[in-house]
Structures are given as C-alpha cells and as structure tokens.
C-alpha cells in the first residue's frame, strides 16, 4: 500500500514538472502524502489547490484530517466547518468535526454533530454517541 502511495507522489511530481498550475495533481499528491503521514506535506500541499479551487468541499475536509492528525484540532475544526458550510449535507464532516468538538472538551457540540452526521447516514458507530452522552453528565 505504501509503494502505491509513493508511487503515485512520483508521478504527481512528474506532472507538477510539467505544469505547475495543476490542481489534481496537488490534490492527488496531497491525498497521497495523508495516507502515507505525511501530513505537514499534505496540508502543504491542500493549501495550494484550495487557492485554485476554493468551493471544493473535499479539499477542506482532506485538510481537516491532516490538521487533526498534527493535533491541530482548531484547524481541523475550521476545515470541517468550511466543507459542511459549502456541502450541508457532507455527513462525514459533521462526524469528523464531532471528534474535533470531542478532543476539545465540547461533548454537547460533539453530540450535536455525531447525531446530525447519523441523520444524514452516516454510520455513526453507538457506542461514539453513548460515550458523549456520559461525557455530558
């Protein structure tokens, strides 16, 4: 898995030699470094593709993650809430914004958002939503 990762940061590089103006390839190449842990890249990497396509929700939410695995959980709040004010439907964000709520000690705001992403049709997992319900008490 991690040969496919690198491999494909290769030929987004290669790409990037030919065009520099290319947002999929550093979207592609962002995503890559994400799965690999590479976040301070990736989020390098986010940021200049949001420049060249700022209403792309996915952009925001892949960043969200990078932020949040740096321990960046207000950043990662932020990018959350940016791809679910560009996509209110985007139910998988409202389940990651929940867990930055939840790193940060808001459980009422973590439920909130848990229990939103669940409406939507997200699997949200029951035993998450019990845990910030005793957190609350």
Known sequence: NLKKFDSAI????????????????????????????????????????????????ELYYYRAADFYFLGNFEKALEDNSKAIELNPKYDVAYFNRSHCYDSLKRYLDALNDALQSQQLGYPVPPTYIEKLKSSLK
């Open 10 to 57: 290769y030929d987004c590089n290669k790409a990037l030699q030919l065009n520099p103006d290319a947002p999929i390839a550093y979207q592609n190449r962002a995503f890559s470094y994400l799965n690999i842990g590479k976040y301070k890249e990736s989020v390098e990497d986010y940021n200049m593709v949001i420049k060249m396509q700022p209403n792309t929700p």
